[in-house]
C-alpha cells in the first residue's frame, strides 16, 4: 500500500545550525504539507505547497522555514536556524486533491531535538 | 482563527464499551476527518466525511458529518485493548490548502 516515507526518523541539532527534514509523497498525489507536532500537543498545521508553490501556511512558518520539492519526489523542508522550541515531531503528509480526495495521508514523522 | 474544539480530553473506560467523542467548530468546513496516533507514529487516517449530515462506518468505528458542518462525533463500539490511543478530529477550511487538528482525546482502556 502507498505511504508517505520521511527521513531521518531523529534529527538531532545544535541550536542555529540549518536542518533539512525529507519526504517522498504518495506518488500520484498533488498536495504536500508540513505539520508540526510539539510533545504531548496537537498537530499544528505549517504549509501546503501545491503546483510547485506554497499555497497556505501558519503564523508558525516563518522566515527561518522553506519548503522545496526539488524533483519529482522528494518534499523538503528547511529551518535555517534551528531554536529549542523548534525540537518537535514533523509530520509530512500528502493527498491527491479533488472534492472528494481531500484526506491526507501522514508520514510516520521525523523527531526533531534542538540543543 | 479556525479552530476545533474536541471533547472529551481523555477517557478512561473498560474493554467492551462503546466510546464518543465529537468535535465542534464556529467555521464552516469542506471536509472533517478522524485519525488516530499511537505514541511516536504518525496520524493514521480512520475515516473522511464530505458531505453534511454524512454517516460512514469503518468496521466498529462510525463518524457522522454534522448538518450544519460545523461538527462530527466518531463511536467506538466494544472498544478493545488496540484501540487505545489519542484521536484527532480534523477539518478541511471551505476555500482553503489546509487541514486543522482538534487537540486529540487520549483513549485508556482499563483492563
Known amino acids: 500500500e502507498p505511504e508517505v516515507t520521511q527521513t531521518p526518523s531523529h534529527q538531532v541539532t545544535q541550536m542555529g545550525q540549518e536542518v533539512i527534514l525529507r519526504c517522498v509523497p504518495i506518488s500520484n498525489h498533488l498536495y504536500f504539507y508540513w505539520y508540526r507536532q510539539i510533545l504531548g500537543q496537537k498537530v499544528e498545521f505549517l504549509v501546503s505547497?501545491?503546483?510547485?508553490?506554497?499555497?497556505?501556511k501558519s503564523e508558525i512558518f516563518d522566515d527561518q522555514f522553506s519548503v522545496e520539492r526539488p524533483d519529482g519526489s522528494n518534499f523538503t523542508l528547511k529551518i535555517r536556524s534551528t531554536k529549542l522550541e523548534d525540537s518537535a515531531m514533523y509530520f509530512c503528509a500528502s493527498s491527491a486533491g479533488g472534492p472528494l480526495n481531500t484526506e491526507a495521508f501522514f508520514g510516520q514523522g521525523t523527531r526533531l531535538t534542538v540543543v | 482563527g479556525q479552530q476545533l474544539n474536541q471533547s472529551p480530553q481523555s477517557m478512561f473506560i473498560q474493554e467492551g464499551e462503546d466510546v464518543s467523542m465529537n468535535c465542534t467548530s464556529s467555521?464552516?468546513?469542506?471536509?472533517w476527518l478522524w485519525y488516530k496516533q499511537d505514541p511516536g507514529e504518525g496520524p493514521v487516517l480512520l475515516i473522511a466525511l464530505y458531505k453534511a449530515g454524512e454517516l460512514t462506518s469503518n468496521g466498529r468505528l462510525t463518524a457522522q458529518f454534522g448538518i450544519t458542518r460545523k461538527d462530527s462525533f466518531l463511536n467506538i463500539s466494544a472498544s478493545i485493548p488496540s484501540d487505545v490511543g489519542i484521536y484527532f478530529c480534523?477539518?478541511?477550511?471551505?476555500?482553503?490548502?489546509?487541514?486543522?487538528f482538534g487537540k486529540g482525546t487520549r483513549l485508556h482502556i482499563l483492563p
Open positions: 467555521s464552516i468546513f469542506n471536509t
Open positions: 505547497f501545491y503546483n510547485n508553490e506554497i499555497s497556505e
Open positions: 480534523a477539518g478541511q477550511t471551505v476555500g482553503g490548502d489546509k487541514i486543522i
